[in-house]
């Protein structure tokens, strides 16, 4: 298995820029996460899916983010306008739902907003 | 509420030192543990859990233990090496099946040779 997949690994973008984060998790998972990672604030849960459906997303930070999953396969997550402060290393995990099995993470697309 | 402290880094340990990084908890019923590790550049990977009180876990020749009377699992191993350098984190799930990890804020751990 390929493991979760993330793109783009890095992304700089200007302030004001609309920014797509996406993921592939791993075939058979139907739980999905988004975490971000700063050094101030450590890891934090954005938001997490269950079979598509979003389930928490009160770690969101504001209404310029918004994460979408179509289909069991492939999830986004979009900052609009993104700002300095978004600058973070963006991590997207899988597991089962319903079990306490390891979550699975992606090796992370590290954003830099000007 | 649920949450995870660890003790704060860096931890500065020659090769073959014991190594011990603490961390507590606040739950409410019984979650389930974790040691997550992420090395330079890479995500996080599963080192090591305990889904119940009492449970040891292990993997690579790190140890833990669920200690609900302390509220604690704190992360050990009797020798490490260089190559263990990396940061850990400690982790929880409330006891629901498919929630979303709670994190401490990671320990840098930086082993030389």
């Known amino acids: 298995d390929a493991g979760v997949i993330q793109s783009p690994r890095h992304e700089v973008t200007e302030m004001g820029q609309e920014v797509t984060l996406r993921c592939k998790p791993i075939?058979?998972?139907?739980?999905l996460f988004w975490y971000r990672q700063t050094m101030m604030r450590g890891l934090e849960l954005l938001i997490y899916?269950?079979?598509?459906?979003?389930?928490?997303d009160s770690g969101m930070p504001e209404d310029r983010f918004s994460a979408k999953m179509p289909n069991a396969s492939f999830s986004t997550l979009k900052i609009q306008p993104s700002e300095p402060r978004d600058s973070a290393v963006y991590f997207c995990?899988?597991?089962?739902?319903?079990?306490?099995?390891?979550?699975?993470f992606g090796p992370g697309t590290r954003l830099t907003v000007l | 509420g649920n949450s995870v402290t660890q003790m704060e880094g860096p931890v500065t340990l020659s090769e073959e030192a014991f190594l011990t990084i603490n961390c507590t908890y606040t739950?409410?019923?019984?979650?389930?543990l974790f040691w997550y590790v992420q090395y330079p550049g890479e995500g996080l990977q599963l080192l090591l859990k305990?889904?119940?009180?009492?449970d040891k876990g292990s993997n690579k020749g790190f140890e833990a233990t669920y200690r609900k009377e302390t509220t604690s699992f704190h992360l050990e191993k009797g020798s490490v090496q260089v190559s263990d350098s990396a940061v850990y984190f400690c982790?929880?799930?409330?006891?629901?099946?498919?929630?979303?990890?709670?994190f401490g804020k990671g320990t840098t751990l930086s082993v030389s040779s």
């Open positions: 995990a899988s597991n089962t739902h319903g079990s306490y099995n390891e979550q699975f």
């Open positions: 075939s058979g998972h139907n739980s």
């Open positions: 899916f269950n079979n598509n459906v979003p389930i928490d």
């Open positions: 739950a409410t019923g019984y979650p389930s």
């Open positions: 305990a889904t119940k009180a009492d």
């Open positions: 982790a929880l799930t409330p006891n629901q099946a498919g929630t979303a990890l709670i």
